[in-house]
């Protein structure tokens, strides 16, 4: 789907660094590159910064399921983060799996290169 950057992304994502790699029915891949004001003190990716990652991309997922003119909204959101990310960047693939009609339940993977770095589960509200 070839959609307007500024369409898909929001300012919050943009300012997070977040890029669209790929946009599919049910289906987002977003990348995000380490940078510095992303660290934590240990010079780590922060938790605060994946999990942004995680919920624009399971925030897109819903809104190619559901289409670009309806909003969703995060109801909760689960992680597991398994791997600190060191340095690099960092890829987002969220699907939902369930599409009903008031939500949407959608899973993600952090991955860096085929390294499992975290996993979430998240209910969204369709509005």
Do not use: W
């Not at 898909?8 to 510095?36: D, Y």
């Not at 897109?60 to 690099?88: P, Q, W």
């Amino acid at each position: 789907m070839d959609l307007p950057d500024d369409y898909v992304q929001s300012p919050f994502s943009q300012l997070l660094g977040c890029r669209v790699l790929r946009l599919e029915e049910g289906l987002a891949e977003v990348g995000l590159a380490l940078t510095e004001p992303l660290r934590n003190r240990l010079g780590k990716l922060h938790g605060g910064a994946m999990f942004s990652l995680v919920d624009v991309a399971m925030g897109l997922a819903c809104s190619m399921s559901h289409g670009f003119d309806k909003a969703s909204v995060t109801l909760e959101c689960k992680i597991n983060y398994i791997r600190a990310v060191a340095d690099g960047d960092v890829v987002c693939l969220a699907k939902v799996i369930h599409a009903g009609r008031r939500t949407l339940v959608v899973e993600a993977e952090v991955l860096q290169n085929d390294k499992l770095m975290a996993k979430a589960q998240a209910t969204f509200a369709a509005l």
